[in-house]
Structure formats: structure tokens, C-alpha cells
């Protein structure tokens, strides 16, 4: 009976690992396609035979070299690293107070910011703009960061407040009890145990700011100031007229490899806050 019971158990598991199995299988097949035809010739990759003429690494430095790549590089990492430090600056605060403190018409702030959940990037871009240009905002990196930063601030709050509601009060009574001020407590204990919080918001925030197309289409309409998902979508354009797919996957092995290397590094950390935040948020 019980070697039953241990078989029926382990099938279990197994139909259930299957379909997951397959997916990332399929995932791991379509990226290495990806990564290869990268490196090969467009004759290559039409013909089924990649790196068969050898390594083509020149796929890359045409980017870089006659496409400055590497500006739309450097602003992407400008814009979202800059834009996810400011969202802590702006969140972390914001829902500390919600998180732990009373006060009247608490619950109508917070149905306020998950309110603004809601609200579609379309919908908003358009009073955006125009009050942008009202305060002569436009035509600058400040401006994309600033979009950033404050359309991010509801879902930011939103996952903090459960982190900072599951801190136990005690720390914050003892550290007053040894003289330290509130704001002291909350840099030199809270932000400390939040860490798990702080950094798997700063993880989404990264991976969503770093693929953005459609902020950066309207706000960054100079191209110096271009992201690389706005460079990425005129080298397709460019490349598929003269013909050019293998440059075309290394554009796009451009712009998904670092998000995909931050995945890899700190994907523990994104379940272990998720978990955290869900159970005792």
C-alpha cells in the first residue's frame, strides 16, 4: 500500500512538471535559435545552417559602430536605473505610513493608489504630455525619468505597504526606547529588514522601465535621447528593408540579455519578496 501511495504521489508530480518542462524547453530552444542566428549571416538563417560560415561577431559592432547602439545603451541604463532609485525615494516613505501608521482616511489613499492601478499608460499620456509642455519639461532625460518614476509609484506602494505592515512594532518601540527618532529608525531598521521588498520592486521596476516602447515613443521624441526599445524598433524597420535579419536578432539579443542576466542573479530574491509580501503583507 505504501509503494502505491509513493507512486501515486511521484505520477503526480510528474504530470504536473510536465507541461512546465515543456515550456521551458521550448523557451530554452527559442532563445538559443535566437542567440545563434545572432552570430550567423541572414543566408545562414534562411537556410536552416547557422554558424556554418563561422562566428559573425561583425553583427554587433555594426550596432554599435554605425548605428550608435551604444548611446541608446547608455540612456536606457540612465533612464531605468535613475528612475528606480527615484521610485524608492518616493515609495518607500509613502508606504511606510500607509504600512504602520493610523491615521483618518487611511483607507481611502490606499483606494486611491490601487485605484491608479488601474489606469492605462494610453490614457494618461495624452494630460501627461500637455502638462509637460505647460511646465517646458519636454525635450530632456529629466522628463522620461520623471514619467517614470510617478507611474510606477501606485504598484510600488501598492507591494511595499504589505512589507512594512509585517515589521514587528516592537523594533521600532525598542530603537525609540535607546533614543532613536523615527526617521533614524526607519533608515537604520525598517529600510535594513525590507531589503527583500525593496529589491524585488526595484527588480520589476527595471525589467518594465527597460523594455518600455510606449513612454519613451512620446516623451523621448529626440533621438539622442532615444531607449534602446525606440532604437531596437527603427533597426528592424531599417534592417528588414535591406534585408539584414541576423543584425536584427543581434538587436534584439541587445536589448533582452541584461534583463535576462539580472534575472538569473537575483531570481531567488524575486520569489523569496513575492512570498514574503503575500503572506504577510
Sequence with gaps: MMENRILKTRLSLLLRYIPLMA???FTIVIFG???LASLSTTREIFSNTLLKSGIHFSNYIDLFKNLNMGLYFLNSVIYTVTACIGIIVVV???AYILGRV???GKRLVNLMFLSALSLPGLLISIPLFSLFIQLKLTGSISTLILIYVFTNVPFGVFLLTGFFSSIPKELE???AIDG????KAFMKIIMPIAQPGLITLSIFNFMGIWNDYFFALIFANDQKHHTLALALQSI??????TGNYAGIFAAAMVVFIPTFILYIFVSRKIVAGITVGSVKG
Design 23 to 25: 515550456w521551458l524547453g
Design 33 to 35: 535559435y535566437a542567440i
Design 92 to 94: 518607500a516613505p509613502a
Design 102 to 104: 493610523q491615521f483618518r
Design 173 to 175: 518601540e525598542s530603537a
Design 180 to 183: 532613536c527618532g523615527p526617521i
Design 236 to 241: 528592424v524597420y531599417g534592417y528588414t528593408n
